[in-house]
């Protein structure tokens, strides 16, 4: 099955900078990439796709890249703010016509904003 | 998302004890979902449902049974509890497109 790989497992930046997270993927099937947003003592939410026949997309402050080749893709967030603590979660899915199966999820970044 | 519930959020039980756990979505999704979260571990999927007749395993499913009583509720046992499914678990939907996932509050599970 498919093993999705996320680092760091915690990352602290100051306010205002940027920040960058890293997940690798195993399964060359796989072409449906969530990232995930889960605050302290909430639901994981979405915050940004992707899907295979796409190399970058960007919404607002977050944009997420993807390299089919190497199977690797990576999360940025620019302009950091401090709600933008919590923890993030990669994703992978084979999007197979139907919609997309059941996630295999990285085991998670805890993001942290330095005042 | 006030659009899934979950129940119960809170659950202390002894091991060996058989346990329900239920998910209840008014989004009209078609797609429904278990997973259970543990610290440093991420989320991993249990089962998930396409339609009320369709059930899959995902990476996790021993030690665990299901059932889509409807389109709006799919419930996850634990036949026997054992101390290592402590844990949360979270219930999620999706529309057939499978795009967003949309997760309930989920419900912190502990077996002594």
């Known amino acids: 099955g498919e093993n999705v790989e996320q680092h760091p497992s915690t990352l602290s930046v100051q306010e205002g900078d940027s920040a960058v997270i890293k997940c690798t993927y195993s399964d060359s099937a796989s072409n449906y990439f969530p990232w995930y947003k889960q605050e302290l003592g909430k639901r994981p939410q979405l915050i940004i796709d992707i899907r295979s026949n796409v190399g970058e997309k960007k919404d607002q402050r977050i944009a997420v890249t993807l390299n089919k080749t190497a199977k690797h893709f990576s999360l940025h967030i620019t302009e950091t703010q401090p709600e933008d603590s919590a923890v993030y979660f990669c994703a992978a899915s084979m999007y197979s016509g139907g919609g997309a199966d059941g996630l295999t999820f990285g085991k998670g970044t805890h993001l942290i904003i330095q005042p | 998302d006030a659009d899934v519930t979950q129940t119960p959020r809170n659950r202390i039980t002894k091991t060996g004890k058989r346990i329900m756990l239920e998910c209840s979505q008014t989004k009209g999704h078609d797609r429904m979902y278990w997973y259970r979260q543990d610290p440093g571990l991420g989320l991993r999927l249990i089962y998930y449902s396409f339609d009320v007749k369709d059930i899959n395993k995902g990476e996790i499913s021993d030690g665990y049974s299901v059932s889509r009583q409807a389109q709006a509720k799919f419930s996850l046992s634990l036949e026997s509890a054992i101390p290592n499914q402590t844990a949360l678990y979270f219930c999620?939907?999706?529309?057939?497109?499978?795009?967003?996932?949309?997760f309930g509050p989920g419900t912190r599970l502990t077996v002594l």
């Open positions: 999620a939907t999706s529309d057939l497109s499978g795009d967003e996932q949309f």
